[in-house]
């Protein structure tokens, strides 16, 4: 990250210069065509027999100047490509062309592997909504995509467009048809889309009161989850007259509302359609952003000290990667012993009084045919230790 913000520092700074440029070139070339045309005027209400022998030495003049504003513009312009190349040093300077040695295995060491991915990007770009991408990715790589693989996909997007569109009518009626399944996963989609809708009528005004009153029937069914959020939208009710712009519920207006709704539909169709609340592909490419600049770092050391095989170990990096919060997907767990995080091949196990350690370290502690806890001072035969699953 901190190499594209460099980057895109001169990125500006070039972009700055351009428009200094483009100033001065146009003031410039204003200022000679206003005295061109004083000039013109000059000699054209000159006597036919006078003659302009006098205006000469302005004409020079005037000559001079046009060169002298020409070379400087010349010369501004000869610094641009200066800064503009500088971007590619810069580029040069801050990213790796080669990124290819970080990776410890082949990216698709099989023709499984490389279907797998390109599912996933046949995916992103249906989540994206960019259908014909996708189907075109989908023939060139021969994937068997059916049209009940894409469904889901295509309804998310045709309602998500309407609800960009401010057109709730598709999103209710989804959410109506999977109404049961909201409920099982605890989703407030069906109430917030009401609660829109019902916002949306009160705007209209007195007119439309009544039929306000007739859709609030709508929030019995979430009475019970709801009723602050449902005794506010009443009080609002009073308030359809007069308008709520000018109320104490005026709030109930924030336009946010409508992006909310569209983070809440997309991040809960997903959930009851099976489907992660976030593209596979997106969440990958993240993360290997964020890793990739400290990955680079260590292989530089490591070419140094000539330390062969570290970035060979496909179950974990030599090196902690720092993820935000909204890119952990499983729960972790590290050996307090070794101070390592377990792995399928060296799993958590719990010992017979409670506390976890790695396999690895169970098998360091094993004294004869016992093991020590090395917390408490309960020991205990190696086979009596558990797996453990997160």
Known sequence: MESCLNTEKDVDKVLAKFSNYKRQYESSLQQLEDQLNSLKSELLQLPSEEPIGKHQAMLTQYNKKIKTVGQKMSASHKELHGSVSRIGKTIDKNFDADCSSVIPAPFCPDPQHEKLLNQAICEHYFRQGQMLVAEDISKEARLDIGDEWKRPFVEINEVLLSLMERNLEPALEWADR?????????????????????????????????????????????????????????????????????????????????????????????????????????????????????????????????????????????????????????????????????????????????????????????????VKCPYCPTVQAPNSARRVFF
Request: net charge positive; hydrophobic share 40%; with cysteine.
């Open 178 to 370: 999977n109404q049961s399944s909201l409920r099982e996963k605890g989703s407030s989609l069906g109430f917030l889309l009401h609660r829109l809708k019902f916002i949306e009528t009160l705007k209209i005004g007195r007119a439309a009161q009544n039929e306000a009153i007739i859709y609030s029937r709508k929030f019995q069914a979430y009475a019970h989850e709801h009723s602050k959020e449902i005794q506010t939208l009443m009080g609002a009710l009073l308030y359809a007259r007069q308008g709520l712009a000018n109320s104490p519920y005026s709030t109930l207006l924030n336009e946010q509302n409508w992006d909310e709704i569209c983070a809440v539909f997309a991040r809960d169709s997903c959930a009851v359609l099976g489907l992660p609340a976030n593209s596979p592909l997106l969440a990958s490419f993240t993360a290997g952003c964020t890793a990739l600049p400290a990955l680079i770092a260590i292989k530089s050391v490591i070419e140094q000290r000539q330390c062969t095989g570290v970035l060979n170990d496909k179950d974990e990096l030599p090196i902690d990667i720092d993820l935000s919060a909204s890119q952990r997907y499983h729960s972790v767990f590290a050996c307090p012993i070794l101070r390592q995080q377990t792995t399928e091949s060296n799993p958590p196990m719990r010992l017979v009084c409670g506390h976890v350690i790695s396999r690895d370290a169970l098998h360091k502690l094993i004294t004869g045919s016992k």
